[in-house]
Every structure is written in C-alpha cells, then in structure tokens.
C-alpha cells in the first residue's frame, strides 16, 4: 500500500471511530428516558393499633377497620427514607395470630427492613384497661392484671416466637426491630383526685414491663433488635406533669385512648428507631 492510499484509508476510519466511541459512552454514562430508579431496600412495618393511627386521631379513612393513618412512626419513617419502598401491613386490633396469616405474608425475600409490634392484644390489655377503669375496687383491677400476665408467660411468649420465626423465614436477609409498649404512668405524679389508684396504676405498669421483657428475650433469640420505648416515654408517661406521649382516658373517643398520640410516634418511636436504623 502506497503512502497516499495508507493516509486515505485511516482518515476513511476516523468518522466510524467516533461513532462507535459516541455510542458506548452514551450507553454506560446515561439510562434510558424511561428508567426508574431502582428503590434503596423494602421495608414492611407490621403491627397492632400501636403501629397505625390511634391516639393520633388523624386517618387516611376513619371508617377503615385497620385505622392507618400519616402521622405513625412507620409512616414517617418511610417519609424520611423516600428511596426505601415501604408496605404497611400494621391494623388495629392485630393479635399474633392475625400478623401470622396476614400481614407476614406480605414480606418478601428483598425485604430490607422489618418493624415487628404486637401482643398486647394477645393478653387482652385492653379489657384490663377497661375493667380497671370501670371497676371501684382495686382487688378486681389487680385480678385482671394477674390474668393477663399469666397469658403473657403461658400464651404469648411460645407465639410470639413462632411470629419472630415466620418474619425470618418469608424475610431472610432484613433488619428486624421488635417495637415494646410504653408504660403508661408516672407513680406517685401529678394526676389528680380522680381516676385510677397509685396501686391500679402501678399493676398496669408491671404488665406493661413483663410484656417488653418476654418480647425482648423472643427478639434475641430470634437475632432481632429490640425497641424499648420506656426509657424516653417515662419522662412524658401520663401524670408526669411533662408533656405526655400517650393520650389518657377519653370518653368522646373510647378508642383513641392510652396510645401514643402525635409526640409519642414522632419524638418517642420515631427518634428511637432512626437510632437503630440510621
């Protein structure tokens, strides 16, 4: 090949040169325009009527049976980590039972991140709150309490290592948090003439706290982490005189009483589980 046909050849193969170059830095540095981006991890909140909207008193759909709502910790977790997709399984009056055949089926394996409250309603706290309300004497408040602890140790614990069980199996590879209850009271604070008794309110307190020690131990079994809300919701437990996390008894709203109201789920669970998580 001459020197003149040589130069001609590779001046004819700088335009297809270009072009090929052109193409693959457009390929690798930029998507297609009809890319989404791919979401930062999954996380399923599942739960009881701590972990939706009661006590908040504001509902996505009042007449909605599972009461959710937007000003939850699950919720504003998920508000604070747009990236992250997020499902809420969590419905008011949620037993065990109910978290096994229909909210644990909504994990997946691509689970990222897992938020586990419920069994109060295992042990019936609620009717122990009720009949401590309702009844005069504390003998029959402290009866109620005794039951309620036994169905703790006799009945909640083997379920709820079952629970903790079926969350690892359906979400392998995500973080669980297993979220506690608050007590309710400050003993010996400042709540007046009426109500409940010093001695009414310290029983429910002692079921509270049996109930987060058999959470904690099935959580650590389990390989979970472990949420205790007691430490921050102490300073702000109803009679103590701050301002408190839970909302008392409410008679216009029989159903939004002793849960954490707005503070609760913001400056109480929120800011504990963004300490676990990040």
């Given at each position: 090949?001459?020197?003149?046909?040589?130069?001609?050849?590779?001046?004819?193969?700088?335009?297809?040169?270009?072009?090929?170059?052109?193409?693959?830095?457009?390929?690798?540095?930029?998507?297609?325009?009809?890319?989404?981006?791919?979401?930062?991890?999954?996380?399923?909140?599942?739960?009881?009527?701590?972990?939706?909207?009661?006590?908040?008193?504001?509902?996505?759909?009042?007449?909605?049976?599972?009461?959710?709502?937007?000003?939850?910790?699950?919720?504003?977790?998920?508000?604070?980590?747009?990236?992250?997709?997020?499902?809420?399984?969590?419905?008011?009056?949620?037993?065990?039972?109910?978290?096994?055949?229909?909210?644990?089926?909504?994990?997946?394996?691509?689970?990222?991140?897992?938020?586990?409250q419920v069994g109060?309603?295992?042990?019936?706290?609620?009717?122990?709150?009720?009949?401590?309300?309702?009844?005069?004497?504390?003998?029959?408040?402290?009866?109620?309490?005794?039951?309620?602890?036994?169905?703790?140790?006799?009945?909640?614990?083997?379920?709820?290592?079952?629970?903790?069980?079926?969350?690892?199996?359906?979400?392998?590879?995500?973080?669980?948090?297993?979220?506690?209850?608050?007590?309710?009271?400050?003993?010996?604070?400042?709540?007046?003439?009426?109500?409940?008794?010093?001695?009414?309110?310290?029983?429910?307190?002692?079921?509270?706290?049996?109930?987060?020690?058999?959470?904690?131990?099935?959580?650590?079994?389990?390989?979970?982490?472990?949420?205790?809300?007691?430490?921050?919701?102490?300073?702000?437990?109803?009679?103590?005189?701050?301002?408190?996390?839970?909302?008392?008894?409410?008679?216009?709203?029989?159903?939004?009483?002793?849960?954490p109201n707005v503070?609760?789920?913001?400056?109480?669970?929120?800011?504990?589980?963004?300490?676990?998580?990040?």
């Amino acid at each position: 090949m001459t020197p003149l046909i040589g130069e001609l050849v590779v001046r004819s193969k700088r335009p297809l040169v270009a072009a090929l170059l052109a193409m693959v830095v457009a390929a690798t540095a930029a998507p297609t325009a009809n890319a989404e981006p791919k979401a930062a991890g999954k996380y399923v909140a599942i739960g009881d009527s701590y972990a939706v909207a009661p006590g908040t008193r504001t509902y996505d759909n009042p007449d909605d049976p599972c009461r959710r709502g937007p000003l939850t910790y699950p919720r504003l977790w998920a508000a604070s980590h747009p990236s992250v997709g997020f499902v809420e399984a969590s419905c008011s009056g949620a037993t065990t039972a109910d978290v096994n055949s229909t909210q644990i089926p909504q994990l997946t394996a691509d689970t990222t991140l897992v938020t586990v409250q419920v069994g109060g309603n295992d042990v019936g706290f609620v009717d122990v709150l009720t009949n401590c309300i309702l009844t005069i004497n504390d003998a029959d408040c402290l009866a109620g309490v005794d039951l309620a602890k036994q169905a703790a140790q006799g009945l909640l614990s083997p379920a709820l290592a079952q629970t903790y069980g079926a969350v690892r199996a359906a979400a392998p590879s995500a973080q669980v948090v297993v979220v506690g209850y608050p007590r309710l009271y400050k003993i010996g604070g400042n709540c007046g003439i009426l109500g409940l008794s010093d001695t009414e309110r310290a029983a429910m307190n002692s079921a509270a706290d049996l109930l987060n020690e058999i959470m904690a131990s099935r959580a650590a079994e389990a390989g979970f982490t472990f949420l205790d809300p007691r430490p921050s919701f102490d300073q702000h437990a109803l009679c103590s005189g701050a301002q408190e996390w839970v909302t008392s008894l409410e008679w216009d709203k029989i159903n939004e009483s002793y849960h954490p109201n707005v503070e609760g789920h913001r400056d109480g669970y929120l800011a504990a589980l963004n300490g676990i998580t990040g």
